[in-house]
């Protein structure tokens, strides 16, 4: 029982004693696991294909439906895959252009993508 104990605490000490767990900035401070982190290239294809992605998964369940015009920006988060909070611009049936904020959680190993919120932006 002592050595299973043992077992199940290594890998927690590893991940503390680990030189990536502390900022390079602020060496106190840990790094936020599942924290937010900013796209650095939102006009990334794959980026963009999640923005489509989500407007055509939100337009499955809402009318009137909306037009993707492009991400305009975004965030990942490290899950049991990636998250991604994106901030979508799309036009309406009236053509009136707006922001939405659309969560899409991506497993690309299992070809698994699933929208989880759809939102506008309030300006």
Known sequence: MKSLSLLLLLPLLLILASPSHVSAKH???ALAL?????IKNISDPQVQELG???IAEHNKAAKPEL???KVVKGETQVVSGVNYRLVVEAKDAGGATGEYEAVVWEKTWEGF?????FKPVKN
């Open 67 to 69: 037009v993707f015009g």
């Open 113 to 117: 993508k699933q929208l989880i919120s």
């Open 34 to 38: 599942g924290g937010w982190k900013a």
């Open 27 to 29: 060496p106190r401070r």
């Open 52 to 54: 489509e992605y989500a």
